[in-house]
């Protein structure tokens, strides 16, 4: 029998059970840039700030993140009130709540045990939520959709993470799952899979025509994975992150018909439905367009993505998320409730807030027109943006920025100096890192470099939000100009 000191390590001390090397090395691989090194590095200037440090700038402008209401975006009256009545029933005697608020309290406190958000749910969500979006979806669409497809999340990344689990192989090797995601992409499908040990099947979006997804790269990138996998499904995110695209109705025709052709589920992130700004384009959902292909492709499955922390309403706090489950097998639908009973529910709250998103007051309604007023401000307000941050990032000389036509976000492209790249790796950084980290050093502008997104080799882009207020943002820009002519005079 082993002694204490064989055991803890020399002379009794206790050694660590997790360390760099003995923790999970899937956790350890795992890369999510949104809130990576740069992020870690502004909030350490926030302090130096806070305790007096002299900077060139007075404060740090976080545009990495599509958080709304950081940048100060205002709750919507209406889904704030419905959230008040739930979490404070006796308020629903308080005259100074609406008719409508009341009424979409009392519908979800109704499903709720003992009439309190206090209580687990299902874990699928509640009922009455459920069929509320299932009613949304199905008047958006025009096609019917069923509560029993619709399962409540913890945002939709929590949602995503689900699917992708059920689309595992519980192999390594060449047996592992493959999932096919673009490039650039959301990290969370990049660290999502390199924690569960997942192949990464990259497509590259298509840049020079606007950031369109190209069938024959669809061709090329299956292909090229041929016996080092098994390929599983496609995932599309419309409208684009971080790339603010808008897939075309073909596009979207293009996919369906690939997967079909090529056995493979579909992951559609939809999450940006209601952010679409430039003219000509229109979302159109991968539920829709599948079902109007007929009856060669319409049995392909389909898992489709919401969430309450994107659109116009930008609830990220509240963790509310769905998805749709289209062509599901019943026994595999049941072993994808019992894998998400384990995490017993979302947030209540969460789920009330997507039963606002999907049952919203309409113009006859108390509430309906104040809703109409601040949705349209605020999607009125995120064009602007969008036509304000493209047309800047293109009248600055070395950096080339497609349209924002959707999403919450910009992803231009930086044409960096010989000089600057080579330094970049002299400090150990991708060329992008070195340059979002001097341009939050200098500016106090807090960006994500393009690589933690993804791009083609020798590119470098990164995002930014188009979140700030207008005011905020003019400023922002240029400041962002400026820095950027003085970057590349020091490095020509």
Not at 112 to 138: K, M, Q
Not at 314 to 320: Q, V, Y
């Amino acid at each position: 029998m082993q002694g204490d000191s064989e055991v803890n390590g020399t002379n009794g001390h206790h050694l660590p059970v997790l360390t760099m090397d003995t923790v999970n090395p899937r956790v350890r691989e795992m890369q999510y840039a949104v809130r990576g090194p740069i992020v870690v590095r502004a909030t350490e200037i926030e302090k130096e700030l806070k305790n007096g440090t002299k900077k060139p700038f007075t404060k740090v402008m976080k545009a990495n993140i599509g958080d709304c209401h950081a940048t100060g975006q205002s709750p919507n009256t209406f889904l704030r009130q419905v959230i008040a009545l739930c979490s404070y029933p006796p308020l629903l005697e308080s005259s100074e709540f609406p008719k409508d608020a009341k009424s979409r309290a009392r519908r979800i406190l109704g499903g709720c045990r003992g009439g309190s958000v206090g209580s687990y749910s299902a874990s699928a969500g509640v009922d009455p939520i459920r069929e509320d979006i299932a009613n949304y979806i199905s008047k958006r669409d025009g096609i019917p959709s069923k509560a029993e497809d619709v399962i409540l999340c913890t945002g939709a990344s929590d949602g995503i993470k689900t699917i992708l689990s059920m689309l595992m192989t519980g192999k390594d090797g060449k047996e592992r799952a493959g999932i096919m995601i673009p490039v650039p992409q959301y990290p969370l499908y990049s660290a999502t899979l390199t924690e569960y040990n997942a192949f990464q099947i990259r497509y590259y979006l298509n840049e020079e025509n606007n950031w369109s997804l190209d069938l024959d790269e669809l061709k090329r990138a299956l292909n090229s994975c041929r016996g080092e996998c098994v390929p599983r499904a496609i995932c599309v995110i419309n409208p684009g992150n971080p790339t603010g695209q808008v897939l075309t109705k073909e596009n979207i025709q293009d996919v369906i018909r690939f997967a079909s052709d090529n056995h493979l589920m579909i992951l559609a992130d939809e999450v940006y439905q209601h952010n679409i700004y430039a003219k000509g384009s229109a979302f159109f959902s991968f539920k829709k367009v599948l079902t109007e292909m007929g009856p060669l492709y319409n049995k392909v499955e389909l898992a489709s993505f919401m969430s309450a922390s994107k659109g116009y309403l930008g609830e990220c706090g509240f963790r509310g998320g769905y998805f749709e489950v289209i062509n599901m097998l019943p026994d595999v639908k049941a072993c994808l409730l019992k894998s998400i009973s384990a995490k017993l529910c979302p947030p209540i709250l969460g789920q009330a807030v997507m039963s606002v998103v999907s049952n919203f007051p309409t113009l006859d309604e108390p509430s309906g027109a104040l809703y109409a007023k601040e949705k349209e401000e605020v999607l009125a307000g995120l064009a602007r943006k969008a036509r304000m941050v493209t047309d800047l990032f293109n009248s600055i000389e070395g950096i080339k920025c497609n349209e924002v036509q959707g999403a919450m976000y910009s992803f231009p492209r930086i044409f960096l100096p010989d000089k600057a790249v080579e330094e970049a790796k002299r400090r150990g950084q991708t060329p992008d890192s070195f340059y979002c980290f001097q341009l939050l050093e200098e500016t106090g502008i807090c960006t994500v470099p393009g690589s933690g997104f993804g791009e083609k080799e020798g590119t470098y882009h990164l995002r930014m939000t188009i979140l700030p207020p207008e005011g905020e943002i003019k400023d922002v820009l240029g400041l962002f100009k400026e820095f950027h002519t003085k970057f590349i005079k020091k490095y020509q």
